[in-house]
């Protein structure tokens, strides 16, 4: 029995199944999808496309909401500038910022869940802080700053006090927040690539 190539593209570039997947629905060998696919020259996903797929298999677990009003594209170009500004751009896996300033964070929160339609629930948090202060206070102050429960925090990041005063470091410490999703951070990257064009 043959595959066809309507049916092989229609499962594996529009459902989205594996070849494992596909040979398990069609009652076939792994190999046998396997040779069909270089059969008809349908192109193989590469391994971290793979991943991804296998780690959401509902879809992405954001939707992209282009902005139409003056204020969604101002929300827009804020997010974009804060992300150029203090975003992570390193680890490929997760969609961040850190900094000490609330309304710089709740920013980028109202940022993720209007445009780009990451729910509260999906995101993480990690608070950076020295360790002459009282972590319960700091932990309090932030999960009451950005409406995230303390399962969506990670361990802290406690670091050695050098003394000094107030002025010079915050008592509340700084904070990361995001989400992980390597699509969503290429996507993001995008997005300020074309920003910084002149």
Not at 100 to 128: K, M, Y
Request: aromatic share 10%; proline share 4%; glycine share 6%.
């Amino acid at each position: 029995m043959s595959l066809s190539k309507e049916l092989l593209e229609e499962l594996y570039n529009e459902q989205r199944l594996s070849m494992a997947e596909i040979a398990e629905r069609l009652s076939c060998s792994p190999n046998k999808v396997a040779y069909w696919m270089i059969k008809h020259d349908i192109p193989r996903r590469d391994v971290s496309e793979a991943i991804y797929l296998w780690q959401n298999p509902d879809g992405d677990p954001f939707e992209i909401h282009l902005p139409e009003s003056d204020d969604e594209r101002e929300l827009f170009h804020l997010g974009i500038g804060l992300y150029i500004g203090e975003g992570g751009k390193k680890k490929e896996q997760e969609v961040s910022i850190s900094n000490t300033d609330p309304r710089v964070i709740r920013a980028f929160i109202q940022f993720l869940s209007e445009i780009c339609s990451v729910g509260l629930e999906d995101l993480f948090a990690e608070i950076n802080v020295y360790d002459d202060v009282d972590l319960e206070s700091v932990q309090r102050y932030w999960e009451a700053e950005t409406g995230l429960s303390r399962s969506q925090f990670h361990k802290p990041m406690v670091r050695a006090s050098r003394g000094g005063i107030y002025t010079a470091k915050s008592k509340v410490g700084t904070i990361k927040v995001g989400v992980y999703n390597t699509k969503l951070h290429s996507i993001i990257i995008d997005w300020c690539n074309e920003a910084l064009k002149y």
